[in-house]
DNA sequence: GCCAGTGCACTTGTATGCAAGTATGCTGAT
DNA sequence: ATCAGCATACTTGCATACAAGTGCACTGGC
């Protein structure tokens, strides 16, 4: 076989490469398309499918262990949200990282996680017990040097910052155009001390939030939501084959 | 116009082949499924697919003349985009148009177009030509009273805002939650003068814009988004099968 | 050595067959 | 008349077979 390179783990891990984890086909409760779908969407995000990498329905099909249907089904969805590129008759590849998707998806999230802030802000002293706990839950993962749990610790907090807005399907539409800037933020996130500042960043958007201090939310907001992109230039240099314009 | 023959006018009315678009089985240019896909999305946003109505993968299948592969995947993409349910070994239905996404619809789409357009006033006059031009053409759908020209034209309106922001992705992340609402404004849309208002409207943003008046703007752009929601109670208790919390 | 041409292997697209689950309506008994 | 039980038709999920197009490598000729 020519270049079979097509689940590299993570670029920066040197753990052994864990491609896909096969679907068990058998009595499903779940379907097996959306199983396919999940799995190849975090593969995607987590950079076990690397930018650019092609796949094939076939490959795809034997190494889960199903037929090609619920594999097309999940492809097809995925090339919907813009994460896979399918070019009939020849090919299916993992989207690259756009510069300029990333930029839109910050856009995005920027204007309306400070939207959701300041509505969070309108009604009484909002609830922040949440978000505490899972600033510790952040803050020990840092300690555990947990990537993996950090990220999902981080996903969680902003999505509170939805919840707490009364709008949490708004976090969904986020979370949409977010699947870019996730795969840029995976190349950085083996960086401790970026983590710290992460964390930091996020007990002052709570703080900000519990004292319904919303000038100081949408300054911070902004820029902890421009940190991950200002990265975005040596990560290309690192990783040109990952990146597009 | 390319209205095409609406081949569901009411699920209860199973007539007999109502001809569908000419999908030649086997040689085509741009893939069926593709095909179907587009067909079932303006069937729904144009309310000839009403909501809560049954789909069954058969019958659409030889309704558009192809296999069910096609039309799996199409609505396989549709359940993703939240547009119909599917339930196994049960049924597929239009999904019924939800209050509550309306509602996150507005928040999304309010908070991302006052974005838009600060950032569009950020920079030196913008242009607006273009925006002149749509105003035209709404002018003279209203004459005309060529509703569906009139949708077409806000569309690209609201869509041009965010091509002068330089963000036109984040548009794209607008209408895919935007499609419930849609619909809340098909059910409305039969109605000049609210045609009237709304282009007087669209005028009043564009001199906002023209003259870079941000404060302006922000107050006309959440007047003009939540104008179409003031308008759900009493669709509701007009059509309350379609709707749902 | 180089280039043109061809065959093959691989890709995705589509159609069809089979399996499993659910709702419905009919039938028979009480 | 009413209700329990069952057969049947209909639904979606999955697997497989076939079709059509593309790229590439190999081969033959120059």
Redesign the pocket.
Known sequence: M?SRQAFIPHPASAGPGQGLSPVV?G??VT?????VYDELVSAIRELRLVPGAS?????L?ERL??????V??A??RLADAGLVH???????RVGLIGLRDVEEARFVRESLEISAFEVACEGSAPDVSTLRELLERQEHSYRTEDYNAFFAADEALHGEIFNLSGYPGAWQAVQRTKLQLDRLRRLVLPDLAAVRVLIDEHRSIVDALEATDIAAGRTLISRHARRAIELAPSLRARYPDYFTD
């Open positions: 020519s086909r009595r499903a379907r097996t398309s959306d199983r796949l094939s329905e076939t490959d099909a262990h199903v037929s090609r249907t619920p097309r089904e492809l097809a399918v070019v009939p008759q020849v090919g299916t």
